[in-house]
Structures are given as structure tokens and as C-alpha cells.
């Protein structure tokens, strides 16, 4: 099945930089998304990009999908420490979601 | 928050005992999931539903099983549980199909000993 592999795995920033987060993928996708995951809480969804689509933003995330290279970026600008969590990216196919293993961020205040 | 729960929160139970997790909606969406959550192993799907009575398995369905009787509950039952099935479990749902965005409840950490 296919999944979301995303890199790097942990990434600790200062306040107030940005945190860049890629995955890839090894099939052909509908859709892929975005996840976020603070400690001891559930997945809260962040965006959606379709396979038609090439970037999307919402707030301070911008998503990126190359379907020629199955690979997304999730880019979060001007980070703050609300942001630390662990974020995935998950990608249809099957009649599920297939999710990656998860980036670790840390913002330092 | 999307309007998901799941009881117990948490949960200790001996090897060889029956197990059962509820999860609760009150989004009236079609589609619920449960998965469980590892170190290293990332978020892995375990039974899905996507009506009343209408369920699937998932990459790692051996050793659960589920049932769902209303459109708001979908119940996890592991029927004898063991070591290998301590873990955190998290029941999601989604209102289209199972390619949509889908709503996590708050997580169910269970430590079978």
C-alpha cells in the first residue's frame, strides 16, 4: 500500500523562522493531506491538496505537491511555539488514508 | 473539535482478556476509523466503517474485531488481548468517503500487562 514518508524526521527551529517539511509518496494519489498531532492529543487536520493542484495556503502553511516527483512540502512561515508538534502527511488510495510516520518540530521560544 | 469521544481514556488490562473501546460521534458523518498509534510504526489503520452495519478491515485487523449498530457508535473489541496490543487508539471519522479529511477523537491509551 502506498504511504507518506515524510523527511526530515525531527527539526528544531527558533521562533520566528520558518520549518520546512517534505514528504513522499510512491502511487498514484487523489488527494494528500496534512496532520497535526500535539502531545497526547489526537490528529487535527490542516489542509488538503488535490492532485490537480500545485500549491495551497491557508494561514501561515503553505503546501506544495509535485505529482511528477510524489512529493509535498509543508512549509510553516514565521513559526511560534504553539507550533511544536508532530506533524504527517497522509496520501488516499486503497479506500484509506495512508500516514506517514511523522515530523518531529520543535520551536524554541 | 469535531464532536468525537472515546471511552475509556484510558485502560489496563491483564493478557487474555476481552477488550472493548467505544467511540462516539455526533457529526452524523458516514465514515468511522479506528487506528492505532506506535513509535516508529506512524498511525496504521485497523477496521473501518462506512455505514450502519457496514465495516472493513485494515492493515492490521488481526486480533480486533468491530461492530457498528447506529450511525454514532463504532465499538473496537479485542478479544483476548495481548502484550503486543498496548498502544494508543485513536477513532476518526469522515463525512464523504474515506479519501476525505478526516476528524480524530482524543485518543484511547490502552496497556495490556
Known amino acids: 500500500s502506498q504511504q507518506g514518508e515524510e523527511d526530515p524526521q525531527a527539526l528544531s527551529i527558533q521562533e520566528g523562522e520558518n520549518a520546512t517539511m517534505n514528504c513522499s509518496y510512491k502511487?498514484?494519489?487523489?488527494?494528500l493531506q496534512w496532520y497535526r498531532q500535539n502531545s497526547g492529543r489526537g490528529l487535527v487536520h490542516l489542509i488538503l491538496?488535490?492532485?490537480?493542484?500545485r500549491e495551497k495556503h491557508s494561514g501561515r502553511l503553505r503546501v506544495t505537491l509535485d505529482t511528477s516527483k510524489k512529493s509535498s512540502s509543508l512549509l510553516i512561515t514565521a513559526s511560534r511555539a504553539a507550533d511544536t508538534a508532530s506533524y504527517f502527511c497522509a496520501t488516499d488510495g486503497n479506500n484509506r488514508l495512508a500516514f506517514g510516520k511523522g515530523n518531529q518540530v520543535v520551536v524554541i521560544p | 473539535d469535531a464532536g468525537i469521544t472515546q471511552s475509556p481514556r484510558h485502560k489496563v488490562t491483564e493478557t487474555g482478556t476481552p477488550v472493548t473501546l467505544r467511540c462516539h460521534q455526533t457529526?452524523?458523518?458516514?465514515?468511522m476509523y479506528w487506528y492505532r498509534q506506535d513509535p516508529g510504526h506512524g498511525l496504521r489503520l485497523i477496521h473501518y466503517?462506512?455505514?450502519?452495519?457496514?465495516?472493513d478491515k485494515g492493515e492490521v485487523s488481526d486480533g480486533y474485531s468491530v461492530s457498528r449498530s447506529k450511525t454514532e457508535d463504532f465499538l473496537l473489541t479485542l478479544e483476548s488481548a495481548t502484550s503486543s496490543q498496548t498502544s494508543v487508539y485513536f477513532c476518526a471519522i469522515s463525512e464523504s468517503w474515506t479519501g476525505d479529511e478526516q476528524y480524530f477523537g482524543p485518543g484511547t491509551r490502552l496497556t495490556v500487562t
Open positions: 457529526e452524523n458523518h458516514r465514515y
Open positions: 466503517s462506512y455505514g450502519v452495519k457496514d465495516t
Open positions: 502511487t498514484s494519489i487523489n488527494n
Open positions: 491538496i488535490r492532485s490537480n493542484e
